[in-house]
T-cell receptor, first 113, second 114 residues
């Protein structure tokens, strides 16, 4: 157990639907990062939050949004889902300074049918 | 802009062979961090090593070793006497500043047969 908890582990949904992925960071970590891993694009950075505030954006689609709550857990919302959104979504956390590295959750596998 | 290139998409070896996975990075910063992660078939990302840009010493951990050369912007990973359990996708990654996101290479799929 890495200390980063992602739920659900698997999700199957239809095109056009909306889903929410949840991430609880390791205790004491202030930063949360979301990544998408698809077969053709590899591991792509989506967005980072630090202590409740958006810190950096990567290749996140406008149909996707995220937030980090006061208890530091984070949610990634994916809407108007397309077949191409099928991927493994990882959450990682770090203390914020990055010196001690990044801890990854086990991922949520999203299948859009 | 930062970039990580893993030119080897797939490598196949037979058990006990040595194998080197290449990683070339690009960054404008003088302070940065390099990482290697392993992703076994089960899917989780397993941290292997972190190296900061000021530490060019090579590192050895059991059968694993890493060669960091700033002159060629490379951070290569060697597995000695490979085993079937080493079969996985290996990712090299870079963060330019502490606390910023990791940027990953496309990964190298290593298959070790018995």
């Amino acid at each position: 157990d890495s200390g980063v908890t992602q739920t659900p582990k698997h999700l199957i949904t239809a095109t056009g639907q909306r889903v929410t992925l949840r991430c609880s960071p390791r205790s004491g970590d202030l930063s949360v990062y979301w990544y998408q891993q698809s077969l053709d694009q590899g591991l792509q950075f989506l967005i980072q939050y630090y202590n409740g505030e958006e810190r950096a954006k990567g290749n996140i689609l406008e149909r996707f949004s995220a937030q980090q709550f006061p208890d530091l857990h984070s949610e990634l919302n994916l809407s108007s889902l397309e077949l191409g959104d099928s991927a493994l979504y990882f959450c990682a956390s770090s203390l914020g300074q990055g010196v001690h590295g990044y801890t990854f959750g086990s991922g949520t596998r999203l299948t859009v049918v | 802009a930062q970039k990580v290139t893993q030119a080897q998409t797939e490598i196949s070896v037979v058990e006990k062979e040595d194998v080197t996975l290449d990683c070339v990075y690009e960054t404008r910063d003088t302070t940065y961090y390099l990482f290697w992660y392993k992703q076994p078939p089960s899917g989780e990302l397993v941290f292997l090593i972190r190296r900061n840009s000021f530490d060019e010493q090579n590192e050895i951990s059991g059968r694993y070793s890493w060669n960091f050369q700033k002159s060629t912007s490379s951070f290569n990973f060697t597995i000695t006497a490979s085993q079937v359990v080493d079969s996985a996708v290996y990712f090299c990654a870079l963060s330019e500043k502490a606390g910023t996101a990791l940027i990953f290479g496309k990964g190298t799929t290593l298959s070790v047969s018995s």
